[in-house]
T-cell receptor, first 113, second 110 residues
Framework: DAGVIQSPRHEVTEMGQEVTLRCKPI?????LFWYRQTMMRGLELLIY????????DSGMPEDRFSAKMPNASFSTLKIQPSEPRDSAVYFCASSPRLTGELFFGEGSRLTVL | KQEVTQIPAALSVPEGENLVLNCSFTDSAIYNLQWFRQDPGKGLTSLLL?????REQTSGRLNASLDKSSGRSTLYIAASQPGDSATYLCAVRDDYKLSFGAGTTVTVRA
């Protein structure tokens, strides 16, 4: 079975540009989570969805960040405008339910120059 | 706020030695605890999930224990191999959120 699929794997952009990260969760999973990983702060939860509905976005750092889940098989995380401090690895993870085992994608490494 | 601590931060052992990785958390009102492995430049791979009602979980050479009342979990890896070299992260779920420790980076020397 395919795992969580993220794209792009690597993104290099200039400050001020819009960045869109994409995620396809495991089929049948009802919960989807976006995390950010940096050396300084480790893994931080940004937002999570249950049945396509955002449940908690308190981890989204600023209004520049937004996330959507238009259907059960697709989610996006958008940063507009991007800043150098947004450079990190962004992970998408899915779970059969909110308290179930979490499965991660390979991540999208973002570099903002 | 849940705080998850993993000690030691790094560990180096000769091949064949058993590994013991520790995880502690501050709030015992948890749903479950999950151990992950992360290789450099890769995502997190789920190793074991322990529900709050369980005391331990086993998969192959891996065994994880959970003492919820004392806020501790231990991951044991028997007969370590060079392929076990990676960063191991502990994550605790409460209120639907997973809180992660900083991880223990393991090096198994051949």
């Amino acid at each position: 079975d395919a795992g969580v699929i993220q794209s792009p794997r690597h993104e290099v952009t200039e400050m001020g540009q819009e960045v869109t990260l994409r995620c396809k969760p495991i089929s049948g999973h009802n919960s989807l989570f976006w995390y950010r990983q940096t050396m300084m702060r480790g893994l931080e939860l940004l937002i999570y969805f249950n049945n396509n509905v955002p449940i908690d976005d308190s981890g989204m750092p600023e209004d520049r960040f937004s996330a959507k889940m238009p259907n059960a098989s697709f989610s996006t995380l958008k940063i507009q405008p991007s800043e150098p401090r947004d450079s990190a690895v962004y992970f998408c993870a899915s779970s059969p339910r909110l308290t179930g085992e979490l499965f991660f994608g390979e991540g999208s490494r973002l570099t903002v120059l | 706020k849940q705080e998850v601590t993993q000690i030691p931060a790094a560990l180096s052992v000769p091949e064949g030695e058993n590994l013991v990785l520790n995880c502690s958390f501050t709030d015992s009102a948890i749903y479950n605890l999950q151990w992950f492995r992360q290789d450099p430049g890769k995502g997190l791979t789920s190793l074991l999930l322990i529900q709050s009602s369980q005391r331990e979980q086993t998969s192959g050479r891996l065994n994880a224990s959970l003492d919820k009342s004392s806020g501790r979990s231990t991951l044991y890896i028997a007969a370590s191999q060079p392929g076990d070299s990676a960063t191991y992260l502990c994550a605790v779920r409460d209120d639907y959120k997973l809180s992660f420790g900083a991880g223990t980076t393991v090096t198994v020397r051949a």
